[in-house]
């Protein structure tokens, strides 16, 4: 199986501060990758896939990167409501992965 | 708008099965395949297998298999996910999720609520 390895584990961050999350693949996925946003008590939300594009409804200032093994999720103005735990998936093998998790804080 | 709508939390004892459901609306049912994950604190996101709703057909994961079996109801939209022989290992929220395909690969667009599956004697 593929592994995914996220990082950090767990940032904060203050209102307006970009963030960036790491996501790494154990092998070349070819662009195949989602981020969730996971809020406590709630299930998983799609933000991006395809490594890059955003999913419908989801503010702009997310925004996604990378290729090979090598991903990356950008919130380019942290808001209040952007605390949460994120996910990153691998969808190009099966069975599909998810990376550990980075929590989110507002600092 | 889509809505997965799953059934209620279980308590269950060790030995025993729990069946439980997810229900599909404001989507043609049988146009998305239906997958199966499991969330635990320790493990984190783990991918359980898909169910073609329009065939039935199904793929695990080869660490749920004989875990888990995948079953669709194409006349109330629903697709089901029994676990058998449960352990407290088996103690986890469970979702059902729409899969969509992009570009050669699988995502997860819409998710259920998930069921709290507890497994204590």
């Known amino acids: 199986d593929i592994q995914m390895t996220q990082s950090p584990a767990s940032l904060s961050a203050s209102l307006g501060e970009t963030v960036t999350i790491q996501c790494r693949a154990s092998e070349d996925i070819y662009s195949g990758l989602a981020w969730y946003q996971q809020k406590p008590g709630k299930s998983p939300q799609l933000l991006i896939y395809?490594?890059?594009s955003l999913q419908d409804g989801v503010p702009s200032r997310f925004s996604g990167s990378g290729s090979g093994t090598q991903y990356s999720l950008k919130i380019s103005s942290m808001q209040t409501e952007d605390e949460g735990v994120y996910f990153c998936q691998q969808g190009l093998k099966y069975p599909r992965t998810f990376g550990g998790g980075t929590k989110l804080e507002l600092k | 708008q889509v809505q997965l709508q799953q059934s209620g939390a279980e308590l269950a004892k060790p030995g025993s099965s729990v069946k439980i459901s997810c229900k599909a609306s404001?989507?043609?049912?049988?146009?998305?395949?239906i997958s199966w994950i499991k969330q635990t604190t320790g493990q984190g996101l783990e991918y359980i297998g898909y169910?073609?709703?329009?065939?039935?057909?199904?793929n695990y994961n080869e660490k749920f298999k004989g875990k888990a079996t995948l079953t669709v109801d194409k006349s109330s939209s629903t697709a089901f996910m029994q676990l058998s022989s449960l352990t407290p290992d088996d103690s986890a929220v469970y979702y059902c999720a729409r899969r969509i395909f992009n570009y050669g690969s699988y995502y997860f667009d819409y998710w259920g609520q998930g069921v709290m599956v507890t497994v204590s004697s």
């Open positions: 404001g989507y043609t049912f049988t146009s998305y395949y």
């Open positions: 395809g490594a890059s």
């Open positions: 169910i073609n709703t329009g065939s039935g057909g199904t």
